[in-house]
Every structure is written in structure tokens, then in C-alpha cells.
């Protein structure tokens, strides 16, 4: 039997797959882990997002540094909070991330980042 089709989280934007445990309740899991569970969207998360949708319109397709987003919401670039709402974005097909000129996965992405507009 092959295991079902990778989800993505609708918290932290990564892509989680499926686990032995959760085999009898597949269809109801919606979140990574506990962390993501317990952490619902707010207010400040939809900013981030649409803070990073603003700053993407009006790049002219040159990447946004994750730093750009601290500076517009006095919020820090580096927090997992913005990182997640870049992940989101590119989740929704709406970005790519980029390191050094290059994209890469969400899910792995470390160090200083950049958003593209797809």
C-alpha cells in the first residue's frame, strides 16, 4: 500500500507527510506537530503576509530580503513568525525563497533569505 499524499500546514507552510500513527485519522490531521496546533493564525501573521505581498508588487520581480518585512512591521526578520508567512506564501504558489541567487525548498531553508515573485 503506498502512503498517502504529503499535506502542507497551514501554520508554518511546510510540508509534513504521513505518519504510522496518524493512519487511522489521516484525513483530520491538518497541522506539522503539536507546536503548529497549538499556534493559530492571527492578526500579525496575516500582516506579515500581506506586508511580503506589498513588498513583492513592488520589487519589479528582483527578490525581497526577509529583512525588508522587519523594517515595514518594526517586527524581526529572523523570527520564525516571518519566516512561516514566506513559507505560506510559497506554499500558495504566490513566491519562491532564494539563497545566494538560488531557490530553495521551504522546508530546508536556512540562513538569510529573499522572496521572488513567481
Known amino acids: 500500500m503506498a502512503a498517502p499524499p504529503d499535506k502542507l500546514c497551514p501554520v508554518c507552510g511546510r510540508r509534513f507527510q504521513w505518519r504510522k500513527q496518524w493512519a487511522r485519522d489521516w484525513e483530520q490531521v491538518k497541522f506539522c506537530s503539536a507546536r503548529c496546533r497549538s499556534t493559530r493564525l492571527d492578526d500579525t501573521d496575516r500582516a506579515m503576509e500581506d506586508c511580503l505581498r506589498r513588498l513583492l508588487r513592488a520589487s519589479a520581480g528582483k527578490p525581497v530580503p526577509l529583512d525588508a518585512l522587519g523594517a515595514q512591521l518594526a517586527a524581526d ?13 510559497v506554499a ?7 539563497r545566494q541567487g538560488r531557490v530553495v525548498a521551504p522546508e530546508t531553508a536556512r540562513g538569510k533569505l529573499w522572496l521572488r515573485r513567481v
Open 92 to 98: 500558495a504558489g504566490e513566491a519562491v525563497l532564494v
Open 77 to 89: 526578520p529572523d523570527s520564525e513568525r516571518a519566516r512561516n508567512a514566506a513559507r505560506r506564501l
